[in-house]
């Protein structure tokens, strides 16, 4: 297929009115748009809902749930009163600034709530995943002995409290709770819907999410309140958020998408956000569009693929006039999906590339800038990237390598929940450059050009998956001998996760077993990390010393069919 750049559509964009193209441009300046810039003290929460209100914008919409069969709005005001009852309800329970408060729910306002309320009052926030199962929750509270839980009832199956020792308090959305934990909703009608903003350093923690690597178990990556400078500017310049915009982000808080330009990045900028808590389907989503209005949507790359593959019948019977912008992220977005969106929406679908460690977006496709379909674009102004060779020595345009920023920008992890090791191994040339783990080039005019990762990491649906958690789960079941798992190329999804496993004495290949091992994972960890494929071999590929499975020979095994 022969790519066809497309230029820049007319229209009065904020990046446009404010920056011209080339002009250096330093992050300070964003500062005197917070109210911290004088105090020196800072809080996400206010920033996002109180500062709206005191600047007499307390009626406009600040979100706007549908599900199936329920919708609800909330304005500034409502919301601030809601944070401020939620963070009473948490303080009187022994939350103070520094606790870990993890936040088990689904896509629904509770949810934006209950992180504004932990943050408000100064505790580090952990949004987990809708779809985790027991053994993830376990592990992700466990490795930072987390003590606090806001949960439902039907969530709360999937806590083993047993095996959670640090969890002190758990706190439930529904309006009776059971045993000794606390319905925040009911307590929450009782409290003053005045609350005090514990203020902190523009350091202190925020948010944790847990993310995965090649090796071990997911990591607890720790972001600080000076996240919001460059929370505030992308969504600004990149989402180019308006005053009068309706904005969805169709990711779940429990990945970092959702929690930076879910909950922050929207609220920040004062838009109406849209919650949609029903599962995907094409004309759900439509619907959606559709109905609430939406002007700015940001999904990503299986999310727009499913659409097209549901073809334009679907698609005439929704009215998308009110969207004017649409942005993508978390895997390759392919060419075919871009003129797909030209086609279909008339409009430029804009990719954007950053990680759960850089905080924000740092490369991306701005309203203003020509798009090359196949590449993410380019450094959003303020960041300068560039592609290293082994040796950490920069390459020439078109030369394939190590993607690296030049540290550091304002919304860069804070640290790697103990374990400063980790921390350093994202800078193994030195302070000056942080290695993303993907392998990238960038052409004359600075455009990157994804190439994959340098690792084993697994990209499915745009949620990473460590293929050592998967292989955890799996050598747990009793038929299981040895495994290695590895991301197998997928026309709609990016990558599946597909699993080699050696059986067991005693144990034989069947559809019955594979299925059950399969559900092992599913029930045990997480849907999108069982292995959608499992091959049956009698040894894996192992290196000769320490005798670990060698990923990089079932990939090519795999590919060779
Ligand atoms: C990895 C980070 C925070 C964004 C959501 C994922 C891959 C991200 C793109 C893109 C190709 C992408 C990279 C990156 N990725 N955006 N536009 N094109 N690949 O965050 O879960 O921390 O994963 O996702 O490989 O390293 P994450």
Redesign the pocket.
Known sequence: MTTKILPPRLGSYNVAEEWMEGETFNWERVHPVFTWYESGKVNMSYECVDRHVDEGKGDKIALHYFSENEEETYTYEELQREVNRWSNVLKDHGVTKGDFVFVFLPKHPHCHIAMLAAIKIGAVVGPLFEAFMEEAVKDRINDCEGEFLITNSKFLDRVNRPEIPSLKTVFTTDLEASGSDISITKEAKEADDQAETVWVDLDDGLNIHY?SGSTGKPKGIIHAHRNMIQQYQTGRWVLDLKEDDVYWCTAHPG???GTVYGVFAPLLNGVTTVIHGSRFSADSWYQVLEQAQVSVWYSAPTAFRMLMANGDKTLEKYDLSSLRHVL??????NPEVIYWGEKALDLRIH???????TGAQLVANLPTRTIKPGS?GRPIPGIEVTVLDEEGDELPAGETGHLAIKSSWPSLMKEVWKNEEKFKSYFPYGEKWYI???LAYLDEEGYVF?QG?SDD?I?SS???IGPFEVESKLIEHEAVKEVGVIGKPDPVRGEIVKAFIALNEGYEESAELLEEIRLFVRSGLAAHAAPKEIEVVDELPKTQISGKVLRRELKKRDKAG
Not at 351 to 357: A, R, S, Y
Request: net charge negative; charged share 25%; aromatic share 14%.
């Open positions: 993310t990945w970092v998408t993508s992220v978390g895997e390759p977005l990719d954007t590339w950053w990680m759960t460690e993410m993303a783990g993907d994804f990762r990491m990209n745009g949620e990473r």
